[in-house]
C-alpha cells in the first residue's frame, strides 16, 4: 500500500512557474515509479510525466516537454514537477501516481496509487 499527497498547487499567471510535490509514504519509495497526470473539467486525464525508480530516466507528454520537469528524492520520499512558462491551458488538477518498477508508462490504467490532486490555475 502506498499514500500518496500532493501540494504546490495554486493560481499563478501565465508565463509563471509552480512546483508541485508528491509525498510518498507505506513503502520503499526507491521500489516504484512516479508519474504525473492532470485532468481539466469535461476532459480526460492526460499524462504529463513519468520518472523511473532512481530517476536516471524521464519521460514527458509532448503538452509539456521542454516546459515541465520532473524529479525525484529518494532521501525525501518525495517526487516533484516543476512547471515553468505556464499557459492558461495547463489549467487542471494534477496528480502523482506510482506503479511498480519497469518501462515508462503514460497510461493512468497502469498506474497502481493516486494522490488525491491538487488544484492549478493559470490565468491569461
Known amino acids: 500500500q502506498v499514500q500518496l499527497l500532493e501540494s504546490g498547487g495554486g493560481l499563478v499567471q501565465a508565463g509563471g512557474s509552480l512546483r508541485l510535490s508528491c509525498a510518498a509514504s507505506g513503502r520503499t519509495f526507491s521500489t516504484y515509479d512516479m508519474g504525473w497526470f492532470r485532468q481539466a473539467p469535461g476532459k480526460e486525464r492526460e499524462f504529463v510525466a513519468a520518472?523511473?525508480?532512481?530517476?536516471?530516466?524521464?519521460y514527458y507528454g509532448d503538452s509539456v516537454k521542454g516546459r515541465f520537469t520532473i524529479s525525484r528524492d529518494n532521501t525525501k520520499n518525495t517526487a516533484y514537477l516543476q512547471m515553468n512558462s505556464l499557459r492558461p491551458e495547463d489549467t487542471a488538477v494534477y496528480y502523482c501516481?506510482?506503479?511498480?518498477?519497469?518501462?515508462?508508462?503514460?497510461?493512468?490504467?497502469?498506474?497502481?496509487?493516486w494522490g488525491q490532486g491538487t488544484q492549478v490555475t493559470v490565468s491569461s
Open positions: 520518472i523511473n525508480w532512481s530517476g536516471s530516466r524521464t
Open positions: 501516481a506510482t506503479r511498480s518498477r519497469g518501462t515508462l508508462r503514460v497510461g493512468a490504467n497502469e498506474y497502481d496509487y
